[in-house]
C-alpha cells in the first residue's frame, strides 16, 4: 500500500474525533483498512474498536518516516449502512507542552535546536479496500465527506498528562444511530502542509495492554501549604500504563489524577526526581453528569509510575474502582527463568518489568522523564532482552529508526550564535528518533548526540539481531550506514588514535569514565563486526580495509594503555590519569571481550581483571562497561563473583534495589535514583540464559549451541527455557547433595554439546 489518499483535519493542535456512514451493498469476502492518524489515534467501526492495539503509529522521525497501520476488518463491517470512525491525539506529531515537558538540567546549557511540530494540524488518513463475493471491488479514502468534532480529552501531553472534559463527551459517536448534524465537515490538509514522511506500514509489534493491576487504597494525605487532600493509592508495581477510575459527583467538578514512582516519607506522591525536576503530571476529568458514575480513561498517553495521589475539587466526588493498564511493544515472550532462591527470581522480574515498560514502538530511556529513543541499550541490553522477549521486529524497527536519523553532509543546526552547525556525514545520534536534540558538547562531560557506545547500535545491535535471529538480510538492511558511520568516526580519531568525544563509561559509580579506554574499544569492536559482515556480503575490499584498519587501533591501543604494574603483570591503565596507575573493571573487560589483548598478555589482563573484581568486592561499572564486565568474568571462570555481587544488600547491587522496595530496575546504583524504571543496566538477565542455564549460541540463530551451566552456591534447582528460531531450548538442574542432575533439552535440527564443567 504506497498511498492512503489526502490527509483530512479539523484544523486544530488539538485532538478530534472524525466519522463518517457508508454503504455495502453485497456481500463481503475480505476487507482491509490501512490507517493512519498524527500523533496517536484509535480506530473504529460500527461502535467497536478494530484491534487491542493502543497508541498506534509507532513513534518515527515524522519529516521522513510515517506508520500506518494494517487491520483486518472483514468481520467489523456489515451489509448495509457501516460507522467508520476514529479519534486522534497529539503524541510526539504535535507536542503539547501543558504540564510536564522534559528539560534539559540546569548542568547543561540549553539547547537552540528545541522541539519543532511536525505539521500544523493533527491529521487522519485512511484506505479501505473492500472485496466482495461477486469479485468486484471497492477502495475508499477519507475526505472532506468526513465529519469532524472535538475530542473529550481537550489537551493531550506525549508525557502522559491529559485534560478530558467529561462534558464534552459524544456519548455512541462512532455508531451508525448517532447524530452527527451538528459536526463539521473535514478539511482536507492543503499538499504543502501535508506531513512529509515516507508511509510505511508497521511491522513491530503494535503496543498492548498486557496486565492490569488494581489501584489499592492506601491513606489520605493532606498538604501542608494547600491544605488539600489527597487520597494515595498503590498499583504495587512500577509500570507505563493506561489509567482507567470510575468517577462519581456533580457536573463540572475536577479531578486530578498525580502519578508517581515513589512516596514522600510523609506518604505523599512525590514526583520530584532526585531534586533535578518535578515531573507535574497531572490527568484531569471534569465529572459530566450529576450523581452518574462515569470513566475517566486516558486515550493518546500514558502514564508512568507506582502510585497515584488523587486530589477533587469537591466534597461531591466519589473514587470507585481504579485500575492500571499496563502496557509494552515487548509482549511476545522468548525466554522464562525460576529457581528456589527467591532473590533471582526477584531481580528477573525486576529487570523484566522495566523492560516491558520502556519498549514503546522505540525502546525509552525512562517513561517518567525523557521518553527519548537512546540507542545504546540496543546493543549492551540486545542479548539480555533478546533472550526474554522477542526482539526481532523490534529490532528492525530501532535500526530502521537509525538509518533515517543518520546525517548527511547537508544536515545542520544551529549553535549558541545562531550560526549553522553541521554534525558531520554519517553520523549516528545518540536518539532516533530524536525529537529534542542537544546537538553540542556540554563543557566537561562530553557528547550527548555523538556518541560512539550509542551509535554503534547500527552496528553491533545489527550484530546481536543476527546472532539471536540467523537472518541475514538485517546485515544487508544496515551494511552502508554502518560503513558511513565508521567513516564518520575516523574523522573524530584524535592525535593519539583514540576516540573520547563521548561519555565513556556512562553510570559509573565512581565517575571513572575512562573515555579514551572504552570508546576507543567499541571503536575496535565497530570494525571488527563490519569486517565480518563484509565477508559474509563479498565486499572484500572492504574487508581488508577494515581488518587493516582494526590492527592500527590495536596496535596503538596496546602500545599507550597495555602497561606493567608494580606486581609485574600486565594490566590496562586509563589515559585519563597520565599520572597514576588506574584500573577500572571495564578498561579490563572490555579489550578481553573483543579481542584487543594480545595473546601472550591474556592470561595477565584475566588476572588484573579478577583483581578488580575482588578488590571491589561489587560491579563498579555504568551502563557500557557493565554487560562487558559480566560476560568476561562469566568466560573466564568467576561465575562465583558475579553471583555474590549481585546478591549484596547494598549498592551497587540488583538486590539491593528489591531491598529498596523497587519493582522495576532504577537508573543508577543508588537509592532514590532519578529514574526508577530505566533498563539500561539489566544485563545481568543475559547471565542468567547464558552463565546459569550455560545456553551460548556458536552459531547464528542459534543453530549450534553449547550448554554449560552453573549452579549458584544458594541455588539448589532452577528451570530455564528459550524460544530459538530453531525451537525450545529447556535446561533444568536440580542439587542433590554434592550431585547436580542436569535435563537438557534441546531441539533436533540444533547442533549442541553439553559441558558440565561449571557444575
Not at 465527506?145 to 472534559?165: C, L, P, Q, R
Not at 583514540?498 to 565513556?504: D, E, K, P, R, S
Not at 599520572?579 to 588484573?608: C, F, H, R
Not at 544488600?649 to 530496575?665: K, N, V
Request: charged share 25%; proline share 4%.
Amino acid at each position: 500500500m504506497n498511498s492512503l489518499g489526502k490527509w483530512i483535519t479539523n484544523g486544530s493542535e488539538r485532538p478530534f474525533y472524525t466519522r463518517k456512514n457508508i454503504e455495502i451493498t453485497k456481500e463481503i469476502t475480505n476487507a482491509v483498512a490501512y490507517v493512519c492518524g498524527l500523533g496517536q489515534f484509535n480506530f473504529y467501526i460500527n461502535g467497536a474498536k478494530v484491534s487491542d492495539h493502543v497508541l498506534d503509529p509507532g513513534w518515527t522521525n515524522y519529516d521522513k518516516l510515517i506508520q500506518y497501520v494494517t487491520f483486518d476488518v472483514t468481520k467489523y463491517l456489515k451489509e448495509g449502512v457501516n460507522t467508520i470512525g476514529a479519534e486522534i491525539g497529539n503524541g510526539w506529531f504535535i507536542m503539547n507542552n501543558d504540564h510536564y515537558t522534559f528539560a534539559f538540567p540546569a548542568f547543561m546549557p540549553p539547547s537552540p535546536n528545541p522541539y519543532h511540530a511536525y505539521g500544523k494540524s493533527l491529521v487522519f488518513a485512511m484506505c479501505l479496500e473492500v472485496e466482495y463475493k461477486d469479485g468486484t471491488k471497492d477502495v475508499m479514502t477519507a475526505d472532506d465527506t468526513f465529519k469532524v468534532a472535538e475530542h473529550m480529552v481537550t489537551v493531550s501531553n506525549v508525557y502522559g498528562s491529559e485534560y478530558i472534559d467529561g462534558r464534552k463527551a459524544q456519548i455512541g459517536w462512532n455508531t451508525i444511530a448517532f447524530d452527527d448534524s451538528k459536526w463539521e465537515k473535514a478539511k482536507i490538509v492543503a499538499e504543502e502542509d501535508e506531513p512529509k514522511g515516507e508511509l510505511q506500514n508497521q511491522t513491530q509489534p503494535p503496543i498492548k495492554v498486557i496486565h492490569t493491576y488494581e489501584g489499592k487504597y492506601l491513606h489520605d494525605y493532606a498538604d501542608k501549604e494547600s491544605g488539600e487532600i489527597r487520597k494515595i493509592y498503590d498499583f504495587s508495581q512500577n509500570m507505563s500504563g493506561m489509567l482507567e477510575v470510575k468517577v462519581k459527583g456533580k457536573a463540572g467538578d475536577e479531578i486530578h489524577f498525580l502519578a508517581a514512582e515513589k512516596l514522600s516519607p510523609e506518604g505523599d506522591v512525590d514526583q520530584m526526581a532526585k531534586n533535578w525536576m518535578m515531573i507535574d503530571n497531572c490527568i484531569t476529568y471534569i465529572v459530566g453528569k450529576d450523581d452518574e458514575w462515569e470513566t475517566c480513561k486516558l486515550v493518546f498517553t500514558y502514564f508512568a509510575g507506582r502510585f497515584m495521589g488523587v486530589e477533587a475539587k469537591s466534597d461531591a466526588v466519589e473514587i470507585g474502582e481504579m485500575k492500571g493498564h499496563a502496557i509494552t511493544s515487548a509482549y511476545e515472550e522468548s525466554g522464562t527463568f525460576e529457581c528456589d532462591d527467591e532473590r533471582y527470581n526477584q531481580i528477573y522480574d525486576m529487570v523484566e518489568k522495566a523492560v516491558e515498560a520502556n519498549m514503546m514502538s522505540v525502546h525509552t530511556d525512562c517513561p517518567t522523564i525523557e521518553r527519548f529513543a537512546w540507542q545504546e541499550p540496543n546493543h549492551l541490553m540486545a542479548p539480555a532482552i533478546m533472550y526474554m522477549k522477542n526482539g526481532k521486529k523490534l529490532w528492525e524497527k530501532f535500526l530502521l529508526d537509525m538509518r533515517v536519523q543518520q546525517h548527511t553532509a547537508d544536515d545542520y543546526f544551529y549553535d549558541y550564535e545562531g550560526n549553522k552547525f553541521y554534525p558531520g556525514d554519517g553520523l549516528m545520534p545518540g536518539q532516533a528518533p530524536c525529537y529534542i536534540p542537544n546537538v553540542l558538547p556540554v563543557p566537561g562531560m562530553g557528547s550527548f548526540y555523538d556518541i560512539i557506545p550509542w551509535g554503534s547500535t547500527c552496528i553491533i545491535g545489527t550484530y546481536w539481531h543476527y546472532i539471536f535471529y540467523g537472518d541475514q538480510k538485517i546485515i544487508e538492511d544496515n551494511y552502508d550506514a554502518g560503513m558511513k558511520y565508521f567513516k564518520y568516526l575516523q574523522t573524530k580519531v584524535t592525535e593519539d588514535g583514540f576516540i573520547n568525544h563521548g561519555l565513556g563509561d556512562w553510570g559509573n559509580p565512581r565517575n571513572e569514565l575512562a573515555r579514551e579506554n572504552i570508546e576507543t574499544a567499541f571503536f575496535y569492536a565497530d570494525a571488527k563486526v563490519l569486517a565480518r559482515f563484509a565477508e559474509m556480503l563479498g565486499k572484500d575490499e572492504d574487508k581488508g580495509t577494515l581488518e587493516t584498519y582494526a590492527d592500527e587501533i590495536k596496535s596503538n591501543y596496546n602500545e599507550k594503555l597495555l602497561v606493567q604494574n608494580e606486581e609485574g603483570y600486565w594490566c590496562y591503565k586509563n589515559w585519563d590519569h597520565p599520572d597514576k596507575l588506574v584500573m577500572t573493571q571495564a578498561s579490563q573487560a572490555l579489550p578481553l571481550y573483543w579481542g584487543l589483548v594480545p595473546e601472550n598478555k591474556k592470561d595477565d589482563i584475566v588476572k588484573a581483571f579478577r583483581q578488580t573484581l575482588v578488590n571491589e568486592q561489587a560491579f563498579i561499572a555504568g551502563e557500557v562497561g557493565l554487560p562487558y564486565v559480566i560476560q568476561t568474568a562469566r568466560e573466564n571462570g568467576m561465575n562465583d563473583l558475579i553471583a555474590q555481587f549481585i546478591l549484596r544488600e547494598e549498592h551497587p547491587s540488583y538486590y539491593a534495589f528489591i531491598l529498596d522496595g523497587e519493582t522495576t530496575l532504577g537508573e543508577y546504583w543508588e537509592n532514590n535514583p532519578r529514574s526508577h524504571c530505566h533498563d539500561m543496566m539489566g544485563h545481568i538477565i543475559e547471565w542468567y540464559y547464558n552463565g546459569i542455564a550455560g545456553i551460548i549460541p556458536e552459531e547464528p540463530g542459534f543453530s549450534k549451541v553449547t550448554i554449560k551451566p552453573y549452579m549458584p552456591n544458594t541455588v539448589n534447582y532452577f528451570i530455564c527455557t528459550f524460544n530459538t528460531p530453531q525451537g525450545e531450548i529447556k535446561v533444568s538442574a536440580r542439587r542433590s547433595g554434592k550431585e547436580v542432575e542436569l535435563d537438557v533439552k534441546v531441539p533436533e535440527t540444533i547442533e549442541y554439546i553439553v559441558d558440565r564443567s561449571n557444575l
